[in-house]
């Protein structure tokens, strides 16, 4: 064809009826086939009379970045360039613009857009709750923080047995007065406890302490199962809710504290973790005080209620709130994984790089570690090994039934034993929750 009729005045251009191609026509280029249709770049296309590779759009499904060109000939590189690239994983590409995170997932703003979809480093994750993370590339729908939109923000809590938040109610006094009840239900199931372990003198035959104390244990770990990340339905989330305000382990997660502290800088692991240092020993001086007073009133010159009751309430009060302090230690220090980086999985606003993660580790989770997880058991197996081996535990049945009553007498050690199990439990629930549901039933 002749160059001047389909390109008039030999300017840089031609018609072009055929979508997906385009016409390059110059004068300049006179040993070139200028007539000839280009074809537009993998995943783009063009409107018919289109004159330049310009109006190359990318399709639906593709992108264009600004600074990737086309790998063809040389002469299209350097004139022309703009390869439509194939949109990344858990985004939505339209008409050649960048990529849009779809809903249900979270742009890492710290990895670049992805142009080699083989990389091992994809700038979007999923998150943890479906519904917390929107359609836009800024993060989160309302009520959600942070990295995978997985932290509750000021004003909500985090529902039980989900990463799901909910609005708190405009008044923290129902959440302060529901924390002071669960604070005197558990005193109260302690006397109890304490009550009828003391009538009974820690006899075997009180078949009442063995049921309670196996009710008791049985509560605590279902009540742990609340960690595993699975899509419980509402009767089951209302029973293990149940069983964690009945045996007191309610006070280890913290329940309500995300309402009660509103605007302060204690996050709320950190306000359970303090809570769960001093509630203990607090309700160890309160009986050390009512059993005081009582021997003082009762002119008591045995002092067996210091020397027998005291003790049996303390051991019942660390034995009891021994999964609570080991469940509130590991929230401070359980980090997860969340694009190369890592936050704890209690609060997603504290990189287990940060100053403060080893503070609070260091000051509080590790001396928590070592003397109640560790510290309470081993105390009191030594205490009790003591009288094993000069063959008078059973003398000591008073104080100590409670913890050997109901076994063989090889088997005193059985409820130490129980007790470190169920903070096992505790913290493989939580340094295991990041790497799925498998592993941490499988541990």
């Known amino acids: 064809m002749d160059g001047g009729s389909d390109c008039p005045g030999a300017v840089k251009g031609s018609l072009d009826i055929e979508e997906r191609f385009w016409r390059a026509c110059n004068p300049q280029l006179e040993n070139l086939e200028t007539m000839a249709c280009r074809r537009c770049g993998k995943g783009s296309s063009s409107l ?17 970045h600004g600074n990737s060109t086309t790998t063809t000939a040389g002469l299209l590189d350097e004139h022309y360039g703009g390869e439509c690239l194939l949109c990344p994983k858990f985004a939505e590409c339209k008409n050649g613009t960048p990529p849009v995170t779809l809903p249900g997932y979270w742009r890492v703003p710290w990895r670049e ?20 993370c929107n359609a836009s590339d800024e993060g989160c729908a309302e009520f959600y923080e942070g990295p995978l939109c997985a932290t509750c923000g000021h004003g909500s809590y985090r529902e ?57 244990n049985s509560f605590i770990i279902s009540a742990g199962a609340t960690a595993f990340p699975l899509s419980w339905p509402p009767s089951l989330v209302i029973m293990f809710q149940t069983f964690a305000v009945s045996s007191g382990s309610a006070l280890g997660d913290g329940l309500s504290a995300d309402c009660i502290l509103g605007e302060s800088g204690l996050h709320p692991m950190q306000a359970s973790g303090l809570a769960m240092a001093v509630v203990p020993p607090a309700i160890v001086l309160f009986w050390v005080a009512i059993f005081g007073l009582w021997t003082v009133a009762s002119r008591d010159k045995t002092w067996r209620r210091l020397k027998v009751h005291l003790p049996v309430a303390i051991i019942i009060t660390l034995l009891l709130s021994h999964p609570m ?37 260091f000051s509080l989770a590790v001396p928590l570690f070592l003397l109640f997880t560790l510290g309470v ?62 592993m941490q039933t499988w541990v």
């Open 48 to 64: 018919p009379r289109s004159v330049s590779v310009d109006d190359c759009v990318c399709d639906d499904g593709f992108w264009r």
């Open 113 to 132: 857009e992805i142009l080699d979809l083989g990389g091992s480093d994809p700038p979007r994750l999923a998150c943890l709750e479906s519904t917390a």
């Open 160 to 216: 039980t047995a989900s990463f799901r938040c909910r609005s708190c109610n405009e008044s923290a006094t129902m959440s302060v007065v529901f924390l002071v009840l669960v604070l005197l239900g558990t005193l109260v199931g302690i006397g109890v406890l304490t009550a009828l372990t003391i009538v009974s003198h820690g006899e075997a035959s009180a078949v009442d302490i063995v049921i309670l104390r196996i009710a008791l």
């Open 325 to 361: 302090v080991t469940k509130a230690a590991v929230r401070l220090v359980a980090c997860r994984n969340v694009g190369g980086r890592k936050y704890l999985d209690a609060n997603f606003h504290v990189s287990c790089e940060s100053q403060e993660y080893k503070t609070w580790t």
């Open 377 to 438: 058991p081993l105390g009191y197996a030594l205490a009790m090994y003591r009288h094993v081996r000069r063959d008078t535990l059973s003398t000591q049945r008073d104080v100590y039934g409670y913890l050997f009553s109901g076994f063989r007498k090889s088997g005193w050690w059985f409820e130490l034993w129980n007790t470190i199990r169920k903070s096992l439990f505790m913290i493989a629930s939580a340094v295991f929750a990041p790497v799925g549901v498998e």
